[in-house]
């Protein structure tokens, strides 16, 4: 099963709260949708919640970068160029 894969069941229990396996995919998602709007300097890329091809709009170079690896983490331009 893919990390975002939507669970089976219900999503609330009988009580109107969020089944946890529910809760888990929608912070998962909610994480991944943010992720991929981020940008700011090169100083402020992400550190956390890494992902090998995740997108960053590097601010200080004008452009997007990529993550190339995560241990150590790379991060390259279009062209395959570290950045």
């Given at each position: 099963m893919n990390a975002y894969d939507i669970p089976s069941g219900q999503p609330f229990d009988s009580g109107s709260n969020w089944m946890p396996a529910w809760a888990q995919w929608l912070t998962r998602t909610h994480r991944a949708a943010l992720s991929v709007q981020q940008s700011g300097p090169t100083a402020e890329r992400p550190t956390s919640l890494l992902w090998v091809g995740r997108f960053y709009?590097?601010?200080?170079?004008?452009?997007?970068?990529w993550l190339h690896s995560i241990?150590?983490?790379?991060?390259?331009?279009?062209?395959?160029?570290?950045?």
């Open positions: 709009y590097d601010e200080d170079l004008g452009h997007p970068v241990n150590p983490i790379v991060w390259h331009d279009a062209t395959g160029t570290p950045a």
